[in-house]
């Protein structure tokens, strides 16, 4: 008996031995719960790693889909974190927002860590809303952590529409017998009838069927049902059915055939559309409109977490140390480059780690790309007219330093870029410039290009990290702000591109026009620069023949910067114009 007495007290022992962390409210069965005693010790000191991703990564939570909020919780204390609790709450009402329990976190020891995923679900029904999840980290002992936020957009489900877009009668070939071939449908005529419709929802219409019908008797109709598939946002789909009236026809305006369409849900549906066919007439001419799932409304507000606390940090991946830079195998000896960065703007707001892109994209400009000659202008360096001054071709410093024909050339810019008020002109802007007066101040980039163009170098390659839609850089701790009055305004620049017809042409910009560009807190750089540089170390060799095309670069930098700036703020995404297939480091 006190063998056995013994051999049960070994096992508790040795349980609560091993178990130094466990997790409550994790999906793997239990047999018996035993809460553990806490002892206070040491203070822990806790650090905790936030991602989120949903299961089509576009970081907005749509009707049925699911989602993991992860947090890996890391001690970096002398002490043992004890009785952790993960406490989310949300700020908004809707039943059909599902978030798993709340999760409970034993023991984490010293130099320890712990993995706590919070699934999170969106029911077919639910809201258009934004969540405000807060993010609580409860220790037995009050060494609590500030509380994090994860804003996230919720959307309902999107409806397809399916309308009636026109028709044409066809009176001639076969399974036809016309009195008159002239496009129009008489007594007495059998005719195929192309019916045109249209789904300009904002979801697939799912097994779309159409079914016609008539109220009289006099009219004979074939092919009055059939499968239509699913139908995509925007798309057009046709199909035929046979109309004969008979000489009893005695209706003057149009006749009672109607046509329905189902889809599976039953939110697109038409319902009994009267045809417009009069006798003796020709049918209106078909309309379609130019219809696209309409997501880019949401595209600034996906899923991004909220916090003040230097112990929270998101999961941005591994980062690259980009501040040293190894030279390449590529030399040109007849090359400059100019590099530009306004960090600090006297009548704007800061463009964050600016000045810092400038400094690093130059080491990357001299040891990666081989350049010959940089040279880099700083905030208030770019004042005034400096843009003209450096790159008007007849006049400006830059041009004594090509020879025609021969002379390579790079230019890199890093700051604010501007666009007007009706979003027709972009400009880069000099650090004391005022928005009133931008078509003086502002260098517009049409005018820009041409300039560079017009230098006659050999080849011109220019990186842009600046965005043209009308709001500052922010980050994961900087906010963005208005830099024009913009609100509500689509930019969509006319560009002139010099591109166009010269290969030799080519601009990588960080975003499109609708877009931010936003700053990476971890590098202190743009987030664009950064991947820039992470690419051009050699990352960007995706074929691995020791050689970083054009392609690849853009390729490697637009695949980082997409990714990553949903966990930031909002997509950003990379845009490239010219020639994919040139060399531009050969490692």
């Given at each position: 008996?006190?063998?056995f007495?013994?051999?049960?007290?070994?096992?508790v022992i040795l349980f609560f031995?091993y178990?130094?962390?466990?997790?409550?409210?994790?999906s793997?069965?239990t047999?018996?719960?035993?809460?553990?005693?806490y002892?206070?010790g040491?203070p822990?000191?806790?650090?905790v790693?936030?991602?989120f991703?949903?299961?089509?990564g576009?970081?907005?939570?749509?009707?049925?889909?699911?989602?993991?909020?992860?947090?890996?919780?890391?001690?970096?204390?002398?002490?043992?974190?004890?009785?952790?609790?993960?406490l989310?709450?949300?700020?908004?009402d809707d039943?059909?927002?599902?978030i798993?329990?709340?999760?409970?976190?034993?023991?984490i020891?010293p130099?320890?860590?712990?993995?706590?995923i919070?699934?999170?679900?969106?029911?077919f029904?639910i809201?258009?809303?934004?969540?405000?999840?807060?993010?609580?980290?409860?220790?037995?002992?009050?060494?609590?952590?500030?509380?994090?936020f994860l804003?996230?957009?919720?959307?309902?489900?999107?409806?397809?529409?399916i309308?009636?877009?026109?028709?044409?009668?066809?009176d001639?070939?076969?399974?036809?017998?016309?009195?008159?071939?002239?496009?129009?449908l008489?007594?007495?005529?059998?005719?195929?009838?192309?019916?045109v419709?249209?789904?300009?929802g904002?979801n697939?219409a799912?097994?779309?069927?159409f079914?016609?019908?008539?109220?009289?008797?006099?009219?004979?109709?074939?092919?009055?049902?059939g499968?239509l598939?699913?139908?995509?946002?925007g798309?057009v789909?046709?199909?035929?059915?046979?109309?004969?009236?008979?000489?009893?026809?005695?209706?003057?305006e149009?006749?009672?055939i109607?046509?329905s369409?189902?889809?599976e849900?039953?939110?697109g549906?038409l319902?009994?559309?009267?045809?417009p066919?009069?006798?003796?007439?020709?049918?209106p001419?078909?309309h379609?409109?130019?219809?696209?799932?309409?997501l880019?409304?949401?595209?600034?507000?996906?899923?991004?977490?909220?916090y003040?606390?230097?112990?929270?940090?998101?999961?941005l991946?591994n980062?690259?140390n980009?501040?040293?830079?190894?030279?390449?195998?590529?030399?040109?000896?007849?090359?400059?480059?100019?590099?530009l960065g306004?960090?600090?703007?006297?009548?704007?707001p800061?463009?964050?780690?600016?000045?810092?892109?400038?400094?690093?994209?130059?080491?990357y400009?001299?040891?990666?790309?081989?350049?010959?000659?940089?040279?880099?202008?700083?905030?208030?360096e770019?004042?005034?007219?400096?843009?003209?001054?450096i790159?008007?071709p007849?006049?400006?410093?830059?041009?004594?330093?090509?020879?025609?024909?021969?002379?390579?050339?790079f230019?890199?810019?890093?700051g604010?870029?501007?666009?007007?008020?009706?979003?027709?002109?972009?400009?880069?802007?000099?650090?004391d410039?005022?928005v009133?007066?931008i078509?003086?101040q502002?260098?517009?980039?049409?005018?820009?290009?041409?300039h560079l163009?017009?230098?006659?170098?050999?080849?011109?390659?220019?990186?842009?990290?600046?965005?043209?839609?009308?709001a500052?850089r922010?980050?994961?701790k900087?906010a963005?702000?208005?830099l024009?009055?913009t609100?509500?305004?689509?930019?969509?620049p006319?560009?002139?591109?010099?591109w166009?017809?010269?290969?030799?042409?080519?601009?990588?910009?960080?975003s499109?026009?609708?877009?931010?560009?936003?700053g990476?807190?971890?590098?202190k750089?743009?987030?664009?620069?950064?991947?820039?540089?992470?690419?051009?170390?050699?990352?960007?060799?995706?074929?691995?023949?020791?050689?970083?095309?054009?392609?690849?670069?853009?390729d490697f930098?637009?695949?980082k910067?997409k990714e990553?700036?949903?966990?930031?703020?909002?997509?950003q995404?990379?845009?490239?114009?010219?020639?994919?297939?040139?060399i531009?480091?050969?490692?």
């Amino acid at each position: 008996m006190k063998k056995f007495t013994l051999l049960i007290g070994c096992m508790v022992i040795l349980f609560f031995g091993y178990s130094q962390k466990i997790i409550e409210g994790s999906s793997k069965p239990t047999r018996f719960k035993i809460e553990p005693t806490y002892d206070r010790g040491l203070p822990p000191n806790l650090f905790v790693e936030l991602n989120f991703q949903d299961d089509n990564g576009n970081g907005i939570l749509e009707s049925e889909e699911k989602a993991n909020l992860k947090l890996t919780i890391s001690n970096k204390g002398k002490g043992r974190a004890q009785g952790l609790e993960v406490l989310i709450n949300d700020n908004v009402d809707d039943d059909d927002f599902f978030i798993g329990g709340n999760r409970k976190i034993y023991f984490i020891g010293p130099d320890e860590s712990a993995d706590v995923i919070i699934p999170i679900e969106a029911g077919f029904d639910i809201k258009t809303a934004e969540h405000k999840l807060k993010i609580d980290v409860k220790e037995h002992f009050g060494y609590d952590m500030d509380p994090a936020f994860l804003v996230l957009n919720t959307l309902e489900h999107q409806k397809s529409k399916i309308v009636f877009s026109g028709l044409e009668i066809v009176d001639y070939g076969e399974g036809t017998g016309a009195i008159v071939e002239d496009g129009q449908l008489q007594a007495g005529e059998m005719v195929r009838v192309k019916l045109v419709v249209q789904n300009v929802g904002q979801n697939v219409a799912k097994n779309a069927k159409f079914f016609l019908k008539t109220l009289d008797e006099n009219i004979f109709i074939q092919h009055i049902e059939g499968d239509l598939g699913d139908i995509a946002v925007g798309e057009v789909k046709e199909f035929w059915v046979t109309v004969s009236p008979n000489k009893r026809i005695t209706t003057k305006e149009e006749l009672p055939i109607y046509v329905s369409l189902k889809e599976e849900l039953g939110y697109g549906d038409l319902e009994d559309f009267q045809l417009p066919i009069v006798l003796n007439q020709k049918p209106p001419v078909t309309h379609t409109l130019n219809v696209q799932a309409d997501l880019d409304k949401f595209k600034q507000q996906v899923a991004r977490f909220e916090y003040t606390s230097n112990k929270f940090t998101t999961n941005l991946g591994n980062l690259k140390n980009i501040a040293d830079v190894l030279p390449s195998k590529t030399s040109r000896l007849n090359s400059v480059a100019v590099v530009l960065g306004i960090e600090n703007y006297k009548d704007l707001p800061p463009a964050p780690y600016a000045d810092n892109d400038a400094t690093i994209i130059e080491k990357y400009f001299k040891n990666r790309l081989g350049v010959d000659q940089v040279v880099v202008f700083k905030n208030e360096e770019i004042s005034g007219l400096k843009f003209d001054d450096i790159f008007n071709p007849d006049y400006g410093q830059l041009q004594k330093s090509i020879l025609k024909g021969e002379t390579e050339l790079f230019v890199f810019y890093s700051g604010h870029g501007v666009p007007s008020k009706n979003g027709d002109n972009i400009y880069l802007f000099p650090s004391d410039g005022k928005v009133e007066r931008i078509e003086i101040q502002g260098y517009d980039l049409n005018k820009f290009y041409q300039h560079l163009e017009g230098l006659g170098a050999k080849s011109v390659t220019v990186f842009i990290d600046a965005c043209f839609s009308g709001a500052s850089r922010t980050t994961e701790k900087i906010a963005t702000e208005n830099l024009v009055a913009t609100k509500g305004l689509r930019i969509e620049p006319r560009l002139v591109g010099p591109w166009l017809k010269n290969p030799n042409f080519t601009v990588f910009n960080s975003s499109g026009a609708q877009e931010t560009s936003l700053g990476f807190d971890l590098s202190k750089t743009g987030l664009f620069t950064y991947f820039l540089c992470v690419g051009m170390q050699g990352d960007a060799d995706l074929n691995d023949d020791r050689k970083i095309t054009n392609g690849e670069l853009f390729d490697f930098v637009c695949s980082k910067v997409k990714e990553t700036s949903k966990k930031i703020f909002g997509i950003q995404t990379p845009q490239f114009r010219g020639n994919r297939e040139a060399i531009l480091i050969e490692l």
